[in-house]
């Protein structure tokens, strides 16, 4: 699909400097063109750390730097993101309502009930289950696990609608969901052990690959759940 840069900077109301940086940013890898956003992604979380170290720098200038370090991960982290949800009433919205909602990575993991990360951490409790390290089995498995990794699609899921059964999808992280009922699992991935990396429980969906770093077949599980 080709972009009108035109009309895209009208409706922002914004004039880009650089046309071509954002064509790149705006153009995902499955367009299979020789530039794409992956970089910018990668650049983007930097200076997004950066900026954010910046500021907690200027606003405790006499703090030590493990008191910083601690302060920054208190920004993004499982309680934070809780607090944040509750905020936003969206227990109303995804219980009550019945709202589909999709959680991607860490999204999914805050659907259990507890999680044990550096500290443990309370969820939303929505599918009941806990969230712990992976094992690596004596270093003989990296973490995070970074990197595509084959899918087992265990049972229909309206969000793998046309996605064939292995099927590779982007994955990082170093924690697993581990569900009480096993119903819920719609996919799982084999590194170290047999990991759940999908669930479906009514109009609640999870992934714990990102979809969205996933080329065309991940575009096509978001147009999935967008269409529900």
């Given at each position: ?56 720098y200027e606003l405790f200038p006499n703090e030590k730097v ?141 992934t714990q690959f990102h979809p969205e770093k996933s080329d ?13």
């Amino acid at each position: 699909m080709k972009i009108d840069i035109y009309n895209f900077q009208k409706d922002l109301k914004i004039k880009f400097k650089s046309k071509s940086l954002l064509l790149r940013a705006l153009t995902h890898k499955s367009a299979n063109l020789e530039y794409n956003n992956e970089k910018l992604e990668f650049l983007g979380d930097r200076v997004l750390g950066l900026v954010v170290s910046k500021k907690l720098y200027e606003l405790f200038p006499n703090e030590k730097v493990g008191s910083l370090d601690k302060k920054l991960a208190s920004l993004v982290n499982k309680n934070k993101c809780l607090e944040i949800g509750n905020s936003l009433n969206l227990k109303e919205f995804v219980i009550t309502k019945k709202k589909p909602l999709l959680g991607i990575c860490v999204g999914l993991q805050m659907f259990a009930d507890i999680g044990y990360e550096e500290t443990e951490t309370k969820g939303l409790g929505w599918i009941p289950g806990k969230v712990s390290k992976i094992d690596n089995q004596n270093r003989k498995y990296k973490l995070p696990h970074i990197g595509w990794n084959q899918i087992n699609i265990v049972k229909e899921s309206k969000i793998f609608k046309n996605i064939e059964n292995n099927s590779h999808m982007y994955f990082v992280h170093s924690y697993e969901f581990i569900p009480e009922d096993k119903n819920v699992i719609s996919a799982t991935t084999d590194y170290s052990s047999n990991i759940v990396c999908s669930v479906e429980k009514e109009n609640i969906f999870g992934t714990q690959f990102h979809p969205e770093k996933s080329d065309k077949l991940g575009l096509q599980i978001i147009k999935n759940f967008l269409n529900l």
